[in-house]
């Protein structure tokens, strides 16, 4: 071989094991940087058939190279007001849907795939829904919000009239009465009614062998009311005997006549229904009363408030709801941000604003602001989703269907009910 060409042979070897060793280098250095990623964000994709799936994705910083990277442009905003009890008997409704908003907003302003930026405008109701509707109109007025979230069935059957009057999107959370499944078009509903978990619970109640039940519900709420008429009909229809029910107001503190109408008919059992506070009174004063019977109830009983509240009263009640268990991911994302596990109807919360985000990244033409009509159907084009709180699908009018879970207490925490 000529000396010349030799020559050029070997430079081109050390070439080729440089750029390899640099290849092997930087390729090392990529893995360390990704191999311990940390959690920053959640983000929803959506599939060709309308199924939107929230998983949690990681993100790891990159090391600059000679270049800076290219400026993001801003993100375009978009107001969403939400009409939730932050004070008041059902504040902590109000808290565990606003936790899980917040948490699910900093996902999505924080995500580059989201080309939208959510800003929340919170209205509290201070657990009165007369105070509802003039909310509704000062966000969509005012605030100029492309969509409205609810919190609570009395809440959210205040404002759907005037969703559809102005033609702004209603999402609801934490509201399972049947009348928001044909509240108008723009209406959209994130769990199911509350009438299939009530007959769960009466399957439940008699499968375990129980013939007898009282039940304790709260007059006042739309979802429960649909709760406890669903369980004494499906009860008696399983051959069980109902032998009193006794109602009560959003006042009332004091459940002892109630309880004592109910204990005197010998109930082999009572079945608890109501919002968190009611549940957490009432299981106190029923076991302080001598009813050492095992209880049932309602999703009132699926949260961390009311057991703290409740204390033993609770232990060992049985109840039936549309969420399963929080992943350890998201429970972990509640108690960095709050210290505490997380609230009912956190991850339904989380997972609505996701699927909102999608909705509106799916409605913006990258120049204007998202129109309601346009939004609106986006969200009937997504016909489904998996997310914090399990799967729901949805029907064509938007309203959502999940699968009835049984749950129990147990050492102080809920657990699913074997």
């Known amino acids: 071989m000529h000396p010349k060409n030799k020559l050029i042979l070997i430079l081109i070897v050390i070439a080729a094991l440089g750029l390899g060793y640099d290849h092997y280098r930087n390729g090392r250095r990529i893995l360390s940087i990704t191999g311990t990623p940390q959690l920053l964000s959640y983000e929803t994709s959506t599939s060709a058939d309308g199924t939107a799936t929230t998983t949690p994705t990681t993100t790891a910083p990159a090391k600059p190279r000679e270049s800076a990277p290219a400026k993001q442009s801003p993100k375009h905003s978009e107001t ?7 004070s008041g008997p059902q504040a902590i409704y109000g808290q565990g849907i606003k936790e899980g908003l917040d948490l ?42 492309v969509a409205l979230i609810t919190g609570t069935s009395p809440i959210s059957l205040a404002v759907a009239p005037i969703a559809e009057e102005t033609r702004t999107v209603l999402f609801t959370m934490a509201s399972l009465a049947t009348k928001l499944n044909t509240a108008g078009d723009y209406v959209f509903k994130n769990d199911d009614v509350s009438s299939k978990i009530g007959a769960a619970l009466a399957e439940e109640v008699r499968k375990r062998g129980f013939a007898s039940a009282g039940t304790l519900f709260a007059a006042y709420n739309d979802a429960v009311v649909e709760y406890n008429e669903a369980f004494t009909k499906t009860f008696a229809e399983k051959g069980g005997a109902i032998t009193g029910s006794e109602g009560f107001t959003q006042e009332t503190t004091d459940f002892r006549t109630q309880i004592q109408k109910l204990i005197a008919q010998k109930p082999a059992t009572i079945a608890v229904m109501g919002l968190q506070r009611d549940c957490a009174i ?85 120049e204007h602001s998202v129109s309601p009509t346009t939004l609106k159907e986006t969200l009937s084009s997504i016909n489904g989703y998996t997310g914090e709180a399990g799967h729901a699908d949805f029907d064509a009018d938007g309203n959502a269907s999940r699968e009835a879970y049984v749950k129990t207490v147990k050492n102080g925490k809920v657990e699913i009910a074997q």
């Open 282 to 366: 009432a299981v106190r004063q029923i076991r302080e009363l001598g009813y050492t019977n095992q209880l049932f109830g309602y999703l009132c009983f699926d949260d961390p408030g009311t057991l703290l509240a409740a204390g033993n009263a609770a232990e060992g009640v049985v109840m039936t709801g549309f969420n399963g268990m929080p992943t350890p991911l998201f429970t972990g994302l509640v108690k960095d941000a709050y210290g505490h596990e997380p609230l009912r109807w956190s991850a339904e919360a989380f997972d609505g604003l996701k699927l909102l985000a999608v909705a509106i990244t799916r409605s913006y033409d990258g």
């Open 104 to 145: 699910a907003a900093k996902g999505v302003n924080d995500t580059d795939k989201f080309r939208i930026h959510i800003n929340l405008v919170y209205e509290d109701t201070r657990s009165d829904v007369k105070n509802a509707p003039a909310a509704a109109r000062k966000l969509i007025t005012t605030d100029h919000a």
């Open 80 to 86: 969403i007001g939400v009409i939730i009890p932050l």
